[in-house]
């Protein structure tokens, strides 16, 4: 897309009510300066090798203690009773080696407040997921049950997961969530000592700007629950791994070559259900989110995984502004424009070339929607900074993506030869292809040229969609995978 995205938060009133706009799946990391540049290269020599030495001797020690403490339990084993005596000894010391491995990282655990007993809350809440070194939240809480996914568990940190008695999710298994929320009650309720379960309800990482939806599942025991923080004070934030965002090697690295960096974990007082909320565990779910959102002091907002998948089918398709997908149908929503089917209307007509590029106002009018401060964040999302304007085919290319229910990606690509071609007969030339291709496709310029040129083998100078999908089927040699990848935003 054009422009840069963050996580920062917009304020709307529609109808009297206000909505935040928030992307809590966007994440932004660079180095900032040369000297933030030089350092990290000084400390990728000098401290790095050292820090990775000590993790890896302190992770394989803790991996040696699982292993001696597993031998001679199945799986079943593990599921059918709580640890006890000597095996169940060894956690104490294996957590102490968890917490000196995030220390030999640079990276100190602070505990705030008081973790309570299984007998008063069965459940931990942690909240917000935002890195995978929220894992050491495990070691913090004495190594409770996680839940986890049994086709993760086939690796080298599987021991490890094994000797919390984690509650396994099967993915292959069609009755998996219902299962596992049976194992959470029979786990929650049952009068043997297990293991706290320890949950993460938002299901998937953001970048801490808010607290998303929490799933139910954790709440249906229907037992006092406590809700568990997690911060990280840091200068620069090297932890957060979201859906848009570093990868986490690149996360890993620059957080290892911090001189020092710190996370707060915060035990909160235990929540004890009403019994309301025994009965409606959505309701549960929502009531422990706004404690905690209060307790960190961000907003709550409700998107879910549902969210995350769309954004990732729509950077999948290169649908422009695909990183913003969920916020754009959020500002959409406010602007009634998904009730009038205005872009529909506009998507199907011819846009001539010299009107492409629009700036707010235009944008507003074209639209039909007031110039305020929602359609104006509509339009920097798509505003080239350099330029000063938007695009708008490219607006419209994500308005029809979130507009068509279940359509396929080449159903939206045949609806992008439209939109990219000046006189609206879907002949787009080599620039007008380029265009698509760039900007919906994910190819480079010189991939873009060289596949119109296979593409129009007659020479006519310009190529139409149903070419490009002959071409496509044709060539098993050429693979482009948006063409295979279905769409089910949600209904708007």
Known sequence: MNGKMHSE??????????AQILNPFVHKLELDNTYDKIRTAIFTVILLPFRVIVICFLIVTAWFLACIGLH???????????????????????CFIGKMSYLAGGMAITVRGRQVSRKEAPILVVAPHSSFLDSCIVYATKMSSVIVRKESMDNYVGKLINYTQPVYVWRDDP??????????????????????????????CTNRSCLITFK???????????????????????????????GALKLLWLTLTQVHSSCEIEFLPVYYPNEDEKQ???????????????????????????????????????????????????????????????????ARQCIQEERRWVSG???????????????????????NYDLGMAYFPDYLMCAVFLSIQHA??????????????????????MHNFEEVATRCLGLAHEEAQNTFRQVDEDDKGYITYDDFMSFFQNKSDFSLSFVEVPVKPKAQ
Not at 9 to 18: E, K, L, N, P, Q
Not at 184 to 197: F, G, H, L, N, Y
Not at 217 to 240: E, K, L, M, S, W
Not at 361 to 383: C, H, M, N
């Open 216 to 246: 139910p599942g954790g709440f249906y025991p229907g037992v006092p629950v406590q809700p568990v923080t997690i911060r990280y004070p840091n200068a620069r934030d090297t932890v957060t791994w979201t859906w848009d965002g570093p």
């Open 361 to 383: 106002q235009e944008f507003a009018q074209r639209l039909g929607v007031p110039y305020d401060t929602r359609s104006q964040r509509l339009y920097k999302i798509f505003e």
């Open 280 to 346: 409606d565990p959505k309701l549960y779910a929502r009531n422990v989110r706004d404690v905690m959102a209060k307790a960190l002091g961000v907003p709550v907002l409700d998107y879910t995984y549902d969210d995350c998948r769309l954004i990732a089918q729509a950077k999948q398709m290169g649908i422009p502004g695909g990183v913003a997908v969920r916020e754009v149908s959020e500002l959409r929503t406010l602007l009634g424009l998904t009730r009038t089917r205005v872009e529909m209307d506009l």
């Open 72 to 94: 001679g339990l199945s799986e079943d084993d593990l599921r059918e009773k709580p640890m006890t005596g000597w095996r169940r000894s060894l956690k104490p010391l294996i």
């Open 408 to 429: 396929t990606a080449s159903q939206l690509l045949e609806y992008a030869f439209k939109l990219y071609d000046p006189v609206g007969a879907g002949r787009l030339k």
């Open 9 to 18: 938060t917009a304020t709307f009133s529609a109808d009297g009510v206000r």
């Open 175 to 204: 009755n998996s969530r219902q299962n596992t929320i049976k194992e959470i009650i029979e786990r929650a309720t049952s009068k043997e000592d297990w293991p706290q379960v320890l949950i993460f309800p938002e299901g998937t």
